[in-house]
């Protein structure tokens, strides 16, 4: 059984920073890309951030140069430092990994509970 927890959500105001941290556990063979979505009220979930096993990145234009997504392989862990952050960053996020859980066992995706980030104007 695989698990994501998540960390770090809460409410500031606009400008301000927030790092979001979650930790993959469980019986992982491997951890491949890892992501953070995010979903506000009335709007369908968003792809924010990705950063694959090697390092590469990718953000949603909406974040480019305000957020910065990194992972520690060792830990299984990702993370998503936001600076200058805007109310209409206020959404709930979501951790996703797609994880292997055995050798020639295919990918699937794993989500995090979610965690509340409110930025105040």
């Known amino acids: 059984q695989v698990q994501l927890a998540e960390s770090g959500g809460g409410l500031v105001q606009a400008g301000e920073s927030l790092r979001l941290s979650c930790a993959a556990s469980?019986?992982?063979?491997?951890?491949?890309?890892m992501a953070w979505y995010r979903q506000a009220p009335g709007k369908q979930r968003e792809m924010v951030a990705v950063?694959?096993?090697?390092?590469?990145?990718n953000y949603a234009d909406s974040v480019k140069g305000r957020f910065t997504i990194s992972r520690d392989n060792a830990k299984n862990t990702v993370y998503l430092q936001m600076s200058s952050l805007k109310p209409e960053d206020t959404a709930v996020y979501y951790c996703?990994?797609?994880?292997?859980?055995?050798?020639?066992?295919?990918?699937?995706?794993?989500w995090g509970q979610g965690t509340q980030v409110t930025i105040s104007s």
């Open positions: 469980g019986s992982i063979f491997r951890v491949n890309n």
């Open positions: 996703n990994a797609k994880i292997e859980v055995g050798f020639r066992v295919a990918a699937r995706d794993y």
């Open positions: 950063v694959t096993s090697g390092g590469d990145t």
